[in-house]
């Protein structure tokens, strides 16, 4: 059974940092494109990032480019978000997903950006 | 960015009816869109890939069609748990997005 779940959300000051990790099990996690998706407290999804199954290509939304960095470790089965530099709208809730049309989900990890 | 526009936003009907939810690519996709169900504080879940292939486990009352930039979700015969919010996405380009919900309320 494919298993995602986040974590490392919490309430963070703008300005602030904070890495996600997404650990994943119940599938060959190495060759799967990998992707994370957020969704604003009573708000739509909206696609954040996706990454290569290598590693090697990488992806973002416009409004988190030069913030935001994905990354993956394929020997831990694990994705990675580090959030720099965030802001008040950035404050989501966190899903990673598999594959660039998210076929599987996480349970979503909180993301709060406020003073 | 292409834009998915998708209709409508709040949708009421009863158990039993058919229903069609409908998203509008701003450019042709191909046929790389998917739909998916999310209930109140739970993750999506993926029900439709590649426009029409239906998901394994998925009701057969749910069903997808189109290509290009028009593409419909159907749900046949209304059940109880299908009162929830779908969500179509593109991934044809970067970046992807989503189509902005509906809403599905019983009447």
């Known amino acids: 059974e494919v298993q995602l779940v986040e974590s490392g959300g919490g309430l963070v000051q703008p300005g602030g940092s904070l890495r996600l990790s997404c650990a994943a099990s119940?599938?060959?996690?190495?060759?799967?494109?990998m992707s994370w998706v957020r969704q604003a407290p009573g708000k739509g999804l909206e696609w954040v990032a996706n990454?290569?199954?290598?590693?090697?290509?990488?992806y973002y939304v416009d409004s988190v480019k030069g913030r935001f960095t994905i990354s993956r470790d394929n020997a831990k089965n694990s994705l990675f978000l580090q959030m720099n530099n965030l802001r008040a709208e950035d404050t989501a809730v966190y899903y990673c997903?598999?594959?660039?049309?998210?076929?599987?989900w996480g349970q979503g990890t909180l993301v709060t950006v406020s003073s | 960015d292409i834009q998915m526009t998708q209709s409508p936003s709040f949708l009421s009907a009863s158990v039993g009816d058919r229903v069609t939810i409908t998203c509008r690519a701003s450019?042709?996709?191909?046929?790389?869109l998917g739909w998916y169900q999310q209930k109140p504080g739970k993750a999506p879940k993926r029900l439709i890939y590649?426009?029409?292939s239906l998901e394994s486990g998925v009701p057969s009352r749910f069903s997808g069609s189109g290509s290009g930039t028009e593409f419909t979700l159907t749900i046949s015969s209304l059940q109880p748990e299908d009162f929830a919010t779908y969500y179509c996405?593109?991934?044809?380009?970067?970046?992807?997005?989503f189509g902005q919900g509906t809403k599905l309320e019983i009447k």
């Open positions: 997903a598999r594959e660039r049309a998210c076929y599987a």
């Open positions: 119940g599938f060959t996690f190495s060759t799967y494109w």
């Open positions: 990454i290569r199954h290598d590693g090697s290509d990488k």
């Open positions: 450019q042709g996709i191909r046929n790389d």
């Open positions: 590649t426009a029409s």
């Open positions: 996405l593109q991934y044809n380009s970067y970046p992807h997005t």
